[in-house]
């Protein structure tokens, strides 16, 4: 097919020219003295990312899922309870993997569409009164379902419950995009990954950690090799790795870091808000519903509920045979029911107007009734008429 694909899911998400550029380089030797000019000021900016002055960030060869892993292993017990409330695919993923952890996990059920019930997690941990649960899993913003939670919420419950539970959270589709500030929400494991707000492929698992995560990892009792901490620990120090990392995602995050702190955190929150604006307008246009329920939809990713006589999976297919643009599909429990537009990273409007008018097509083509171009023409007067 001409022209280039449209990339609409949440994550890859697309990579500015500069930074493929910025990752294009000879190989090099990790080990050389000059080495530490690169590590050591990555690891210091990407705490203005998560926004943390007290925190230690860290860098994997990996991904979000590890991130998952490395928080778990290294500053809990086997046999620990944890607690997490399931709202959608990512948080189940995360949930399951504390058990096959072997971690005792108290999950509760919540409606995909809603998030973290800060009411109920207060009740829950007041009535701990023992304080058995050691950690709170919270996942900021839920890819599968377009739902962000309330994490100053969270926060506030679990101090208003005077609980000591640490507080970990995925902020793998959040981190870089959306509202993050590990420091005053205090947060103890802030987890997330090179391929979406960072704007870079995968293969980064971006970390911080608070000092109380530090302490508890001193004593942690899991097995753990590849991702220790304490390995990172000793050789970031001297701004080395513990073992090769990769060196162009390592330069990608320098100019990823460049472009995001030159625009200022509040700006790109800004940014990612208007554009997540312009796209819920459309879908409203459409007269179709976002899987978030009011007050939890996602700046970064919006899930769009299809009527129930249709299959989303057929939209996302229309849309990339025929017109060659790439939507995120419904994961496990929304499968077939909801599409999803990425409206994360290197997006500005006229980007948006392309995924809105594809996805407009592609609805049309399903015999789903929307009036034709009222989608992009809402999008089209919320752009215009906020535009900077
Ligand atoms: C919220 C969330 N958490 C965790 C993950 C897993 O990350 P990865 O696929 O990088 O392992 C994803 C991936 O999309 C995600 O969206």
New binding site residues.
Partial sequence: MAGRNHLYV??PTNIPTEIMNAMNVDMEDHRSPIFPNLVKPLLQDLKKIFRTETGQAFIFPA??????EIALTNMLNPGDKVLIYRFGQ?GH??MQMAKRLGLDVECHEIEWGKGIPVDDLEARLKADTDHQIKAVLA?H????TGVTSDIAGTRKAMDAAKHPALLFV?G??SIASIDFRMDEWGIDAA?S?S??GFMLP?GG?FLAFSQKALKAAETATFPRCFLDLQDHITTNKDGYTPYTPSTPILHGLRKSLDILLAEGMENVYARHHRLAEGTRRAIAAWGLKLCAHPGFESDTVSAVVVPADKDARDVISTAFNKYNISLGGGLSEVAGKVFRIGHMGNMNDVSMLGAIAGVEMALLDNGIDITPGAGVAAAIEYYRSTAL
Avoid at 63 to 68: L, P, V
């Fill in positions: 949440p994550g991904t979000g899922t590890a991130g998952w990512f993923l995360w996942t913003n839920e890819t599968a995925d793998v589709s987890i990954g391929q979406k995968a698992a």
